[in-house]
Structure formats: structure tokens, C-alpha cells
């Protein structure tokens, strides 16, 4: 998420929820540079930030989302030269190039990425920061962690349907 619309979100939600903006707050997030503490300033609001963007987020989170990631651009209509840049990002992940990672993306367009990418990573739990927003509720509201276990034996069993189990 960009930091001028998190800072702007973190504005909203302050003045709403309290009346007044939370002035001292958005000076804090303007001054600061270390990505940490703006993050945790941001959650206190219901804001929750990754580092880059979602995709570069999921790519760097483990083994297991980078691989769904891996997997998900194999199935781009990529020349010789493109194919080469993802197995070299398969072999050492720490290499990714973000500036030729994002443009193969938006080739195979956001949306369909997205989509191909959803049925990879369905049986993963979220990267914690998105866990952390989807737990981010009123009390006795629920979260999702809570759906999820009323709704695991089919939410799995589509999963594994998908994953040909």
C-alpha cells in the first residue's frame, strides 16, 4: 500500500472513530522512515501495510507462496528469454528482479494472475500482515480465522479438488 494513501486511511479512520483528526499521528507517519514503526502506527488504525506490493510481498514470504508464485508465472505466454529470468528466480529468490517481475505480471494481467494464483496458494495460510487485517474486528464480530473453521471440511475439500486430490 502506498504510504500518502495509508497515511490518508489512517486520517479517515481516525476522525471518524473519534470525532477529531489524529493530527499528532499523521505528523509521526509524514516523519518517519523507519517502515516498522509506520507499520504498527498504521495497525492501531486498521491500516495493515506490506513492504512492496502484494505479489513481490507474497513472492518474498516463504518457500511455499514463492513456489505458488513460480508456478503461476510458468503458465504465462512467455518467450525463451522471460522463462529464463523465472527459473533464475526459482533457483535463487533473492535475485528477483522486481522491475522485469512486475511488467510479466501485468502481461499476464493482474486480474488473471490473481485468479491463477488463488488456486495455488488456497491451501496457505496468509501472509501475517493480511492475517493481522482479516483479525482486525470490532469484538463479537468474528474473523476470519473463525469462518474458516466452520467452513474448513469444504473450504479444504475445494482446495484439494482444485489441486486434482
Not at 494513501?5 to 489512517?10: E, F, M, P, Q, S
Not at 483479525?135 to 482444485?162: I, V
Amino acid at each position: 500500500m502506498g504510504v500518502n494513501r495509508a497515511i490518508d486511511l489512517v486520517s479517515i479512520i481516525g476522525t471518524l472513530t473519534t470525532g477529531k483528526p489524529p493530527t499528532k499521528v499523521i505528523e509521526e507517519l509524514k516523519a518517519t522512515t523507519n517502515w516498522g514503526v509506520f507499520g504498527t502506527k498504521c495497525e492501531e488504525f486498521g491500516v495493515f501495510t506490506g513492504i512492496h506490493t502484494l505479489e513481490v510481498d507474497l513472492f518474498q514470504e516463504d518457500d511455499d507462496y514463492m513456489a505458488a508464485v513460480i508456478e503461476t508465472l510458468r503458465e504465462g505466454p512467455f518467450g525463451s528469454e522471460r522463462q529464463g529470468w523465472i527459473d533464475e528466480w526459482e533457483a535463487n529468490p533473492a535475485e528477483l528482479d522486481i522491475e522485469k517481475f512486475l511488467p510479466l505480471i501485468e502481461n499476464m494481467d493482474k486480474g488473471r494472475f490473481a485468479q491463477r494464483l488463488a488456486g495455488h496458494i488456497a491451501v496457505l495460510d496468509p501472509p501475517a500482515y493480511i492475517a493481522d487485517a482479516m483479525n482486525f474486528r470490532p469484538a463479537g464480530r468474528g474473523n476470519w480465522y473463525s469462518w474458516r473453521a466452520q467452513f474448513a471440511p469444504s473450504f479444504n475439500k475445494s482446495a484439494d479438488q482444485m489441486h486434482g486430490l
